[in-house]
Antibody
Framework: QVQLQESGPGLVKPAETLSLTCGVS????????WNWIRKSPGKGLEWIGFFSYSADTSYNPSLKSRVTISEDDSDNQFSLRLTSVTAADTAVYFC???????????????WGPGTVVTVSS | QSVLTQPPSVSEAPRQRVTISCSGS????????VSWYQHLPGKAPTLLIY???LKSSGVSDRFSASKSGTSASLAISGLQSEDEADYYCAAWDDRLSGWVFGGGTKLTVL
């Protein structure tokens, strides 16, 4: 059974770079989309972006200039980098597997438990 | 402000039925599949419905969903206290080339 687990610093200073990793166990990165999604306090879920098994990437237009999602050099991990963070980036960050879909990416069928990231000096 | 519009909250008594609406446009719901997620506080969201109306493995038959045009809805029958959660709809948006979520609906079982 595939499981996802986020890891990374829980506290990031303003203007610095947020870096998180999602470890995938029980499966491979092939054939799926690998997403980052966040939930800020008092707000709903927000899709950050994905990279796909075919090495495509897609990012939320509102975050695109600051986001990079990529496969890690280590086996079965992918990462999120978000630069120039502000307090507005404080959130619970989830990694999630997206099904291949037909013409567009499919639903998020497996999620990690989430990791809290606070942006504060 | 979310691209997909959901009511902020709904409430209903135990054993009753509730529906949650999700309104979008031709670039998202009108042209792509809708999925629904249940999010309990402190937990990971879980997939309830995909491809508009297909139940994810292990999801109770009390959950059902439908779509018409640029709107979708999730129905929960036989409400139980364990159904209290936030519910989100989502769809791929062709214009944004990305996923969009509804703002979420908090379900309270009275």
């Amino acid at each position: 059974q595939v499981q996802l687990q986020e890891s990374g610093p829980g506290l990031v200073k303003p203007a610095e770079t947020l870096s998180l990793t999602c470890g995938v166990s029980g499966g491979t990165l092939r054939h799926y989309y690998w997403n980052w999604i966040r939930k800020s306090p008092g707000k709903g879920l927000e899709w950050i972006g994905f990279f796909s098994y075919s090495a495509d990437t897609s990012y939320n237009p509102s975050l695109k200039s600051r986001v990079t999602i990529s496969e890690d050099d280590s086996d079965n991990q992918f990462s999120l980098r978000l630069t120039s963070v502000t307090a507005a980036d404080t959130a619970v960050y989830f990694c999630a597997r997206g099904e291949p879909g037909v013409q567009t990416p499919g639903a998020f069928d497996i999620w990690g438990p989430g990791t809290v990231v606070t942006v504060s000096s | 402000q979310s691209v997909l519009t959901q009511p902020p909250s709904v409430s209903e008594a135990p054993r009753q039925r509730v529906t949650i609406s999700c309104s979008g446009s031709t670039s998202n719901i009108g042209n792509n599949a809708v999925s629904w997620y249940q999010h309990l506080p402190g937990k990971a969201p879980t997939l309830l419905i995909y491809y508009d109306d297909l139940k994810s493995s292990g999801v109770s038959d009390r959950f059902s969903a439908s779509k018409s045009g640029t709107s979708a809805s999730l129905a929960i029958s036989g409400l139980q206290s364990e159904d209290e959660a936030d519910y989100y709809c989502a769809a791929w948006d062709d214009r944004l080339s990305g996923w969009v979520f509804g703002g979420g609906t908090k379900l309270t079982v009275l």
